[in-house]
């Protein structure tokens, strides 16, 4: 099945963890499309499935029972090496504990999905360079991660999920590592890449990074429990969406 103005379709979608009593409902038959250049967020208490949806969302973890479609392709159905090859040039995934490569430069660790994805060493190198500038960390490009503040090693995180100019960059919980201040600019940054149309998942329990969203969904226990499309957010300072400084 084809999607037309949705990049990501979801379909009665459950993931269940071990078997028997022992079992857990980690997400429970959730249904839902993100449009192309929607941004949107996914808010609720720690535990209730936020984590396990994006990786689903993602192809990360294979559901127990529904689809998910990701730019065209049914993910369920697809072969592995199949499936790995759609990760690398349709999602750009950012996470909580950055993850990037300690051994690589900020500009290598950007590089490295464009280098896996075939993209020439050159281009892979420009394109770096380009995000480099976007995220403020032009100066940083030569630094290891163990050289750079937490806020900068997620701003270059958040690079390195564009290099493939992904159709969704999808965010677990991508400010839960930082202060105030290095979650502003991170904040700053989602704000730009939602007024560029980038399409954006992001899960969180902290409602002033939802609210910079253009739609917010409650989930409790495995499931929605609300949906909200929110306005103010293009129109109002950051600062009053989230409280934070500019």
Same mark, same amino acid.
């Given at each position: 099945?084809?999607?037309?103005?949705? =990049?990501?379709? +979801? #379909?009665?979608? !459950?993931?269940?963890?071990?078997? $028997? /009593?022992?079992? =857990?409902?980690? +997400? #429970?038959?959730? !249904?839902?499309?993100?449009?192309? $250049? /929607?941004?949107?967020?996914?808010?609720?208490?720690?535990?209730?499935?936020?984590?396990?949806?994006?990786?689903?969302?993602?192809?990360?973890?294979?559901?127990?029972?529904?689809?998910?479609?990701?730019?065209?392709?049914?993910?369920?159905?697809?072969?592995?090496?199949?499936?790995?090859?759609?990760?690398?040039?349709?999602?750009?995934?950012?996470?909580?504990?950055?993850?990037?490569?300690?051994?690589?430069?900020?500009?290598?660790?950007?590089?490295?999905?464009?280098?896996?994805?075939?993209?020439?060493p050159r281009e892979a190198r420009l394109r770096a360079n380009r995000l480099l500038e976007q995220v403020g960390l032009s100066d940083r490009a030569r630094h290891l991660p163990s050289g750079l503040s937490g806020g900068?090693?997620?701003?270059?995180?958040?690079?390195?999920?564009?290099?493939?100019?992904?159709?969704?960059?999808?965010?677990?919980?991508?400010?839960?590592?930082?202060?105030?201040?290095?979650?502003?600019?991170?904040?700053?940054?989602?704000?730009?890449?939602?007024?560029?149309?980038?399409?954006?998942?992001?899960?969180?329990?902290?409602?002033?990074?939802?609210?910079?969203?253009?739609?917010?969904?409650?989930?409790?226990?495995?499931?929605?429990?609300?949906?909200?499309?929110?306005?103010?957010?293009?129109?109002?300072?950051?600062?009053?969406?989230?409280?934070?400084?500019?």
């Open positions: 099945m084809a999607l037309t103005a949705a =990049v990501l379709r +979801v #379909d009665g979608l !459950s993931k269940v963890y071990g078997r $028997g /009593e022992g079992s =857990v409902q980690a +997400v #429970d038959r959730v !249904s839902f499309e993100v449009e192309v $250049g /929607e941004s949107v967020a996914i808010i609720g208490p720690s535990g209730c499935g936020k984590s396990s949806l994006l990786y689903l969302l993602g192809g990360l973890e294979h559901p127990t029972s529904g689809s998910v479609w990701l730019a065209g392709e049914q993910l369920d159905h697809l072969p592995e090496a199949r499936l790995a090859r759609l990760r690398r040039h349709a999602v750009g995934f950012v996470f909580q504990a950055f993850h990037l490569v300690d051994e690589l430069t900020a500009s290598e660790n950007i590089e490295l999905p464009a280098l896996l994805s075939g993209t020439s900068q090693r997620q701003r270059v995180a958040i690079a390195r999920a564009l290099a493939n100019e992904p159709a969704v960059v999808l965010a677990d919980e991508p400010t839960g590592n930082l202060d105030s201040a290095a979650a502003a600019d991170v904040l700053r940054l989602f704000d730009q890449l939602h007024a560029n149309r980038q399409t954006l998942v992001i899960v969180t329990h902290d409602e002033r990074i939802a609210a910079t969203a253009g739609r917010l969904i409650s989930m409790r226990d495995g499931a929605f429990v609300d949906q909200t499309r929110l306005t103010e957010p293009r129109t109002r300072p950051l600062s009053q969406i989230t409280g934070l400084e500019e």
